[in-house]
């Protein structure tokens, strides 16, 4: 690799758009996901959700050929572990009972956003030479500068074997995703689900759609500003209870109106002509990212309504493979969202502290696997013959 050159940029603003695109969405049309695109990353940058203060600064990690970019990766300096959601907090407590400074650490990843999808961008054909050299160079970032870690979460399962036949240790761990047998209607799918889930997500949709709201799906240049106003209201809401503050300021959802509209789902109940709850989706070319949900008024069974059988209702329509409904929530199992496996790629400067890790990620992907397994057990779907209600 003697040809390339790997670099450090001083924020996500300061590499050309075309450039980082060309290798996070390559090819026309709507790219795989979202959420590594220079669109979305310059977003929570600008809108100074992340940055100075925030505990995540970007330092984008950049490989050339000669005046090419071939790779990249959205790399982050970490002062906490918050908003990242395959959690280290266990080891940054034990390494700094041991004497060590966990804090800063490199992560590798896109804040606050629990999705899979690439985290080491290539261009199509350059792969392996991209990746090693992108790996090489962050892991030498973190060597000459004291660090403790580097992590790459929410990466794809091929990223993970290729980090792991790379060194880093790989970590398994799991969240609910809905997938799409070819359905042609909601109907359809829950022809698939046991009578008596079926007949209970029958009765959930029926209460949810019982208050007299209007129910509308909202994207592209239908959003208006008072749909962001309302939804800024919710995501407080949601935010404060969850986090204690929410991550993302109200400037995010101002720049995602003006450069994302089109990757947005919104869903939104009106009392009348006021908004009193919404889920805020991104839409991938073959899946949909379930992300925020919030209201001001409590009514029954919403939420379950506009996060998860909208979020279907909308897949089917647009012949989507998948919902992706975010991290944790057992109770998406009796909706259709069966568990998945997801990934991550980790290294640890500290020698003893390493085989320690990698000791625990092994019994806990035993243990991953096994909840799986169990959960996937209990999903609602029929084991024999369709049964009428």
Known sequence: ???????????IAAVPAADWDALAAPGTGRPDDPFTTHRFLLALEASGSTGPGTGWLARPLLVHRGAQMIAAAPLYVKSHSQGEYIFDHGWAEAYERAGGRY???????????????RRFLTLPGEEVAGMAALIEGATRVAQQNGLSSLHATFCTEAEAETGAAM??????????????????SYEDFLATLASRKRKALRKERAMANSHGLRIENLTGDALRAEHWDAFWA??????????????????????????????????????????VAGALNFIGRSALYGRYWGCVEDYP??????????????AIAQGLDRVEA??????????????????SLHWIADPAFARAVADYLDRERAAVDEEIEVLTAYGPFRRGPAQDD
């Open 103 to 117: 804090y800063p650490k490199l992560q590798i990843a896109v804040p606050f956003t629990p999705a899979t999808g």
């Open 1 to 11: 690799m003697s040809d390339l050159t790997v670099t450090l940029a001083e924020s």
């Open 326 to 343: 975010g991290a944790q929530g057992e109770h998406k199992l009796a909706r259709g969202y069966l568990p998945a496996e997801t990934h």
């Open 167 to 184: 060194g880093l240790m790989p970590r398994l761990t799991q969240q609910f995703h809905w997938q799409n047998d070819g359905y042609s």
């Open 234 to 275: 919710f995501y407080q809401d949601t935010g404060s209870r969850k986090w204690g503050r929410p991550y993302l300021t109200r400037n995010f959802f101002d720049r995602i109106q003006q450069t994302m509209r089109d990757d947005v789902l919104l869903v939104l109940a009106f009392d009348g002509s006021r908004p």
């Open 301 to 314: 069974c919403l939420h379950f309504e506009l996060c998860y059988h909208r979020a279907i209702d909308w």
